[in-house]
């Protein structure tokens, strides 16, 4: 999955004081620092993303790409393009052949966001601090059909047939973070996130943490 446990944001976090401790030295600009160049519209628009893997009985691989626009202030609008591949070990039984099976699934989608950095209230570290707000479309397919009376079972007890079932997810995400600068125009971000319309389906667990990079242009 793309997602973190609270030990990994917390090491990466712990990381990335060390880090900025050691750029500060060579007085690396921040999110409030002016720009070196007239601004411009290429100016505004940075490109990243994030990838993430996930290894054990449940293995997932996710590749997110995005690109955002400083629009009014410091309100950026970014887009997010989500490839996920997921391999579920021994995550049905089959009743009838008495044995587990496992299955796996690529996932397609995308999201749009928001996000506000304090730059304009504070003009230290504290303008780093971010607040995010985000929609996001999944879809894939499923090689099991969720019906009554099936003979092969998930680990809540649904009962499923073989067959292939498209599943639909519509996420919509509230939180905030933090970047850290690492260079002029290179800045590392730390997300926390809350998934106010989590479902069965849903690959996700709240909270949601999500650690990505950007590029400025």
């Not at 044995?99 to 397609?108: A, D, K, N, P, T």
Request: proline share 5%; aromatic share 18%.
């Amino acid at each position: 999955m793309i997602h973190f446990s609270i030990k990994h944001f917390l090491i990466c976090a712990l990381c990335l004081s060390l880090l900025s401790g050691t750029f500060a030295q060579d007085s690396i600009p921040s999110l409030t620092s002016k720009p070196r160049r007239p601004d411009n519209f290429w100016r505004r628009v940075s490109v990243g993303g994030n990838l993430g893997f996930q290894f054990g009985s449940v293995t997932g691989i996710t590749v997110s790409p995005e690109v955002r626009i400083r629009t009014v202030d410091q309100l950026y609008v970014g887009f997010r393009f989500i490839y996920q591949y997921f391999n579920y070990k021994n995550y049905f039984w089959d009743n009838d052949n008495k044995q587990y099976l496992s299955y796996e699934s690529s996932v397609y989608g995308g999201g749009i966001y928001l996000r506000y950095y304090l730059a304009s209230l504070f003009d230290n570290f504290l303008g780093n601090i971010f607040a995010h707000a985000e929609y996001e479309y999944l879809f894939y397919t499923r090689p099991y059909v969720n019906t009554i009376g099936g003979h092969i079972y998930d680990p809540y007890g649904n009962s499923f047939m073989p067959g292939s079932q498209m599943i639909e997810l519509n996420s919509i995400f509230v939180g905030g973070g933090y970047r850290q600068p690492v260079s002029n125009r290179v800045a590392i971000d730390l997300l926390i996130l809350f998934n106010l319309n989590d479902s069965y389906n849903s690959p996700y667990s709240n909270p949601i943490f999500r650690l990505g990079v950007g590029v400025g242009l």
